[in-house]
């Protein structure tokens, strides 16, 4: 029970930490008037600037809707697949293993395990600092946040559900409920929520710039889910629920990172981030320089 504390009361502050940063970069920034906008620039300029703001606006929105409806057909994606879909699978993949797939599954694996993604986004965001790679930085960091994010809501829901896996002989259906036991936490796959986190991540950077990016970065992501579908550890929708908790984590910490990055433009301050990898705790840290 101390353990589980202390492991939730982490990303309880990293979140209040990254919050409370926010809202002091947006208090500090000076409300705009007509007076304050006349003094620097012509009714022209002004008229040249409107334009270009009010496009930004409708696009977040749009960006917002569009993963709303994500969410949302994920859901009953979900729903449908545990009432027809998980123990038909799971029988057939099961009665269809083979020497292709066991090798496919071992390589995509380690894709999905946190203590190898998570010292990888290190590297990434670490490199691109040194290198002045403004999109390797950007990409490391929203792997590390997501990634820490995300294993904090896996491991909750874990212990909210209990979950039965399917090599544990039972149906789908079996649930023990909440409690600090260790055994049966089937639902989510913290391989697939990892994997998802990771790809998302990087996709989110480089699919303007290089458009091949997103494909390949969920298509493995996908690969180590159906993997653990393979290896009989997880039913279709304890794969399901890891993809749309690694997205919806990678998401949130990508719009935490451009709000945080357009109000420092705006007061024209430097966040510096630095990751701090452990044994058995990631975390980052943060430095305001004005």
């Keep these: 029970m101390k353990l589980v504390f202390l492991y939730r009361s982490r990303y309880r502050f990293l979140q209040g930490f990254l919050l409370f940063i926010v809202t002091a970069a947006h208090a500090q920034v000076p409300p705009v008037t007509i007076d304050t906008v006349g003094y620097g620039h012509s009714v022209d300029t002004l008229q040249q600037v409107l334009p270009v703001q009010l496009p930004q606006g409708g696009g977040r929105k749009a960006s917002v809707l569009k993963n709303g409806a994500l969410i949302v057909a994920g859901v009953g994606v979900w729903t449908a697949t545990f009432a027809w879909v998980d123990e038909p699978v799971q029988r ?22 946190q203590h190898y993604m998570l010292p990888l986004a290190v590297t990434a965001a670490a490199t691109g600092m040194l290198l002045k790679d403004k999109n390797l930085e950007k990409a490391g960091i929203l792997a590390v946040g997501s990634i820490m994010v995300s294993a904090g809501i896996t491991e909750g829901l874990k212990h909210q559900f209990h979950r039965h896996r399917p090599n544990s002989g039972d149906d789908n259906h079996f649930f023990d409920g909440p409690s600090l036991s260790p055994a049966h936490t089937s639902l989510p796959s913290s391989h697939t929520t990892t994997a998802f986190a990771m790809a998302t991540s990087v996709a989110s950077v480089y699919r303007y710039e290089h458009p091949a990016v997103p494909p390949i970065a969920y298509g493995v992501a996908t690969l180590v889910g159906l993997s653990r579908i393979h290896d009989n550890a997880h039913w279709t929708t304890d794969v399901l629920a890891g993809a749309l908790v690694g997205y919806v984590s ?11 990055d357009q109000k420092l433009k705006i007061r024209k301050q430097k966040l510096l981030i630095t990751p701090q990898p452990g044994i058995r705790f990631g975390g980052v840290s943060a430095l305001l320089i004005f």
Excluded: N
Aim: charged share 20%.
């Design 92 to 113: 057939f993949m099961f009665s269809h293993r083979s020497q292709a797939g066991d090798k496919i599954a071992t390589v995509v694996e380690p894709f999905g395990r």
């Design 250 to 260: 990678a998401k949130g910490t990508l719009y935490l990172y451009d709000v945080l």
